[in-house]
């Protein structure tokens, strides 16, 4: 079935230091991808999207970019900052309508300066 | 208000009690999901309503699980006779429709002692 699987984590980094955060995906089609994004104590909060390939979804510094000959959406940032410390989802709808999301394990990011 | 509202934000039973969860989605949207989230996972989908329709629930665990949203508008999730693995967070999720980016709440932690 349809599926997402992300890198684990915790993922470590010094402030201004570059983030990927790795993503592939596992699907019938070519369905819309997304990162999600969940600081402490909070619901997810959509980051960035893509509806096709080769589309790149950007959103606060955050990249990803659609390749369906790799099936990866991953996510990078040039510089991060301690207030990006958060959990990380990849996910896309599931087959079956309804926009159904399937998510990621998540990705914890901790950002210190 | 302008994003999805759950209540309550923390509830606390004891095996066997049953439990209401309450959503309120954004105002005018058509599309109502539930997840559950587990310590340390992804959401998973539980169920799906476009206006009062119940369309999917396929990812209800166990006919302990009840939702509904009879005026196409707030919905509750109803769990009975609690047990100890429906300990989560419960996310809810909202959408203009089918198709359009969902806004999540901040989730009802759910305690099973």
């Known amino acids: 079935g349809d599926s997402v699987t992300q890198m684990e984590g915790p993922v470590t980094l010094s402030e201004e230091a570059f983030l990927t955060i790795n993503c592939t995906y596992t699907?019938?089609?070519?369905?819309?991808l997304f990162w999600y994004v969940q600081y402490p104590g909070e619901g997810l909060q959509l980051l960035l999207k893509?509806?096709?390939?080769?589309d790149k979804g950007s959103n606060k510094g955050f990249e990803a970019t659609y390749r369906k000959e790799t099936t990866s959406f991953h996510l990078e940032k040039g510089s991060v900052q301690v207030s990006d410390s958060a959990v990380y989802f990849c996910?896309?709808?599931?087959?079956?309508?309804?926009?159904?999301?399937?998510f990621g394990t998540g990705t914890q990011l901790k950002v210190e300066l | 208000g302008a994003g999805v509202s759950q209540s309550p934000r923390y509830k606390v039973a004891k095996r066997g009690q049953d439990v209401a969860l309450r959503c309120d989605p954004i105002?005018?949207?058509?599309?109502l999901f539930w997840y559950q989230q587990a310590l340390g996972q992804g959401p998973e989908f539980l169920t799906y309503?476009?206006?009062?329709?119940?369309?999917?629930k396929s990812g209800l665990p166990s006919d302990r699980f009840f939702a509904e949203r009879p005026e196409g508008s707030v919905s509750t999730l109803k769990i009975q006779r609690t047990q100890q693995e429906d300990s989560a967070v419960y996310l809810c999720?909202?959408?203009?429709?089918?198709?359009?980016?969902?806004?999540f709440g901040d989730g009802t932690r759910l305690s099973i002692l």
């Open positions: 105002s005018g949207h058509v599309s």
């Open positions: 309503f476009q206006n009062e329709a119940q369309l999917d």
């Open positions: 996910a896309l709808p599931l087959t079956g309508g309804g926009n159904k999301l399937t």
């Open positions: 699907a019938t089609g070519y369905p819309s």
């Open positions: 893509a509806t096709k390939a080769d």
């Open positions: 999720a909202s959408s203009l429709a089918g198709g359009q980016p969902q806004h």
